[in-house]
């Protein structure tokens, strides 16, 4: 029996290493294709276009370039939102032949000249982050669930998710929040890419999903925030829960003017190891949502370990721009162990820049936020979702990589 205990004892504490957790065949960071060694900075933004080629053409797809400018038309403001702390704005922004507007929902924090800012993409529509009754419900495509029928809003959803939205404890911060559908940009269905932003495209010639179509939108929103004077454009923190998780790396990995890319329970996709094969694997989420990747992605079903790259290559695409990675306990399809050891492993190239990544290799403890360095990560519990525990973390740790 005592033998037991103690064969116990040394699984817990056994390091948590890469060989350790299946994936020996994990490609190198600080590598080009060609094997010889990034040494350098400008090595490695050398190696940064091929790991984006790699990624374009295997995963996500190539997407078209985002149009320069924006037009766009305010449809209502206020100064008395939040109890009087915020100002709300409503933005209308227009693509070409796109044949309704992205609706952004902005609060910025009264007292505050230019204020840096949270962006990211709801669920459900901007009427679901509020019990606010002035929000207009959406008109497009929604997700079926046990109000929702047909797949058509209504207000019966209202406030829905204002849970993963604490907009006052944001605006308190002193961060404005901006959001909006990710529907208005692409409906997350497949019907072959004809619908949302990937219908004014040629599909011969652009292989983006849709999770390229949702990051390419925030870019075109960052459009509009440069011309926002009530927002600081040099500190916009994109965020993303869950797919929007997936979406909020691809935008930080592809668009350097976002300066804090923040992926929360991403999994399969966003920050977790493909290698492992633990929680949600490839084959699962091409079968689920095949509209998500490229059509290459799906050559690697129930083969996650022959990748040629893999996820810690895609947070490294954020350095030298703070990142951070967070995970729920509970939540053991998005495989919190290989989110941690994914942005662990990208902060090989964040010190490469002289900066911090994680400091271990082995995970933090629940409730144990680690925000020394330029890759922050926490894990906390309870279930798959987003939560104010979640957001007080996002909110300090982008206070002090902003110096507010």
Not at 12 to 28: I, Y
Not at 55 to 70: H, L, S
Not at 140 to 163: C, E, L, V, Y
Not at 180 to 187: A, T
Request: proline share 5%.
């Amino acid at each position: 029996m005592q033998v037991h205990k103690l064969y116990v004892l040394l699984i817990v504490f056994l390091p948590f290493t890469v060989e350790s957790q299946n994936c020996s065949g994990l490609p190198e960071l600080l590598k080009f294709n060609t094997g010889n060694a990034v040494t350098t900075i400008k090595a490695w933004e050398k190696h940064k276009k091929e790991l984006k080629k790699q990624f374009d053409e295997e995963m996500f797809g190539t997407q078209p370039p985002v149009p320069k400018g924006v037009r766009y038309k305010v449809v209502h403001e206020t100064a008395t939102a939040i109890g009087g702390k915020a100002s709300r704005k409503r933005v209308n922004l227009y693509l070409n032949n796109l044949d309704h507007p992205l609706e952004l929902l902005i609060y910025y924090p009264n007292g505050v000249k230019k204020a840096p800012a949270f962006l990211g993409y709801n669920f459900w529509g901007n009427h679901t982050v509020t019990f606010e009754t002035d929000i207009p419900v959406t008109a497009q495509w929604s997700r079926n669930n046990n109000i929702i029928q047909d797949h058509k809003a209504t207000d019966k959803m209202r406030g829905f998710s204002a849970s993963r939205w604490p907009v006052e404890a944001i605006i308190d911060a002193g961060f404005a929040l901006v959001t909006l559908y990710h529907g208005d940009v692409d409906p997350d269905f497949d019907d072959g890419f004809m619908n949302g932003v990937h219908g004014l495209y040629p599909r011969e010639k652009y292989s983006w999903g849709t999770i390229a179509a949702w990051s390419w939108g925030l870019s075109y929103v960052m459009n509009y925030l440069e011309k926002d004077n009530r927002i600081d454009a040099k500190k916009v923190a994109v965020v993303g829960h869950s797919r929007l998780g997936k979406v909020a790396l691809h935008a930080g990995a592809t668009d350097e003017r976002f300066a804090l890319t923040i992926s929360n329970n991403s999994g399969c996709g966003g920050a977790a190891l493909s290698c492992r094969k633990k929680g949600e694997t490839i084959k699962a989420i091409n079968d689920r949502f095949p509209h998500w990747f490229t059509a290459n992605f799906k050559k690697y079903n129930e083969k996650d370990d022959s990748m040629p790259f893999d996820q810690h290559q895609l947070i490294a695409l954020v350095a030298p721009r703070p990142v951070y990675v967070a995970s729920a306990d509970l939540d053991a399809w998005a495989d919190p162990e290989g989110e941690y050891l994914s942005a662990f492993l990208a902060g090989e190239v964040y010190r490469l820049y002289g900066l911090n990544g994680l400091k271990s290799d082995k995970m933090p403890a629940v409730h144990a936020p680690f925000h020394e360095g330029s890759v922050g990560y926490h894990i906390r519990a309870g279930k798959h979702d987003i939560t104010l525990y979640d957001w007080q973390q996002y909110i300090a740790f982008a206070t002090k990589r902003f110096c507010l």
